[in-house]
């Protein structure tokens, strides 16, 4: 049983998605987290995360932790994806298994679905095609991951739940160019446009490729949520239940900075997968719904890219 005394152990409380996962922990009134820094402790080092879960004795661990970025990113560095991701989340999990921790939550995304499922994108539709070529090598760990969890879940009886999100934004996000995600890309190129004078905004691909977004707050509460939940399921997918077009969430931008400035689409670039709308009928049916609109989420989201930015 999961309550506010209850020892919970959040791997990669820094990132985008940790850290929000700690500021909805602490707002939430829970009292017993414990967090480790990269030189607190070393997730590739297998024997270091065994010993430091029986040391501290958590109840329950959330993995945050994860090499992440953009399309560019993905395509750039295949072997830093598969191997450091495989590293941190076995270590994680089978550290947790050999401490007899009973409850986990495994963060994946929603680019471990096949390119081309049918849409929106079920739990079921796992493992039944292809996937996008740029980012196959973290897809494939982060399906490893998920059929970790499961496995454990199978042999062991342990409750360990994947949840899958759509594409992520909000505060403490990663604004660099070469290994950013789309939509914080989006806000420092316009950004940019408007204050340092840059003459164009050149996006890579056609802009017609649909993405859904989600507020990482909404995430962070649905880590909460299914934590203290016994699901039949292994695998749920999170996600706002829509999605626009790429040139949309521009001109969304765009409209918020009052910037009007011509965008030149890259065509010479890939556009990645065409479209990656989840089904998140099974995550609602639990009773998680997502609470942040996208017009909230922006503000808040800019709020505290201008505060980094000065």
Request: aromatic letters at 12%.
């Amino acid at each position: 049983m999961i309550n506010k005394s209850t020892k919970i152990f959040l791997a990669g409380h820094n990132g985008l998605v940790g850290s929000a996962i700690l500021r909805r922990l602490i707002f939430n009134g829970y009292e017993n987290i414990i967090t480790a820094s990269r030189l607190e402790l070393d997730l590739f080092d297998q024997k270091k995360v065994f010993n430091f879960l029986r040391k501290n004795k958590p109840k329950a661990i959330i993995i945050a932790a994860a090499r992440v970025g953009g399309i560019l990113a993905n395509n750039n560095f295949k072997a830093e994806f598969i191997y450091e991701n495989l590293c941190i989340q076995n270590n994680l999990i089978h550290a947790a298994y050999l401490n007899n921790i009973k409850n986990l939550i495994f963060l994946g995304s929603s680019c471990v679905y096949p390119k081309n499922s049918k849409q929106p994108i079920n739990e079921s539709y796992l493992l039944s095609g292809k996937l996008e070529k740029t980012n196959e090598p973290y897809a494939v760990a982060k399906i490893a991951g998920i059929k970790m969890c499961e496995s454990y879940n199978y042999q062991y009886k342990t409750n360990y739940k994947c949840l899958m999100p759509t594409n992520t934004y909000g505060p403490n996000d990663n604004y660099n160019l070469n290994t950013s995600h789309f939509l914080p890309a989006f806000i420092q190129k316009v950004y940019d446009y408007k204050y340092k004078k840059i003459k164009k905004i050149v996006i890579w691909g056609t802009g017609k490729p649909k993405r859904e977004l989600i507020y990482v707050d909404d995430i962070a509460d649905a880590c909460i949520f299914f934590l203290k939940k016994k699901t039949k399921e292994t695998l749920i997918n999170i996600g706002s239940g829509k999605d626009y077009e790429i040139k949309y969430y521009l001109d969304f931008i765009k409209k918020k900075l009052n910037v009007k400035g011509k965008i030149f689409f890259d065509k010479s670039k890939p556009d990645g997968t065409k479209r990656k709308l989840l089904d998140i009928s099974l995550a609602l049916s639990y009773g998680w719904k997502p609470k942040i609109s996208l017009s909230e989420g922006f503000d808040l989201t800019y709020k505290s890219f201008l505060k980094n930015v000065k």
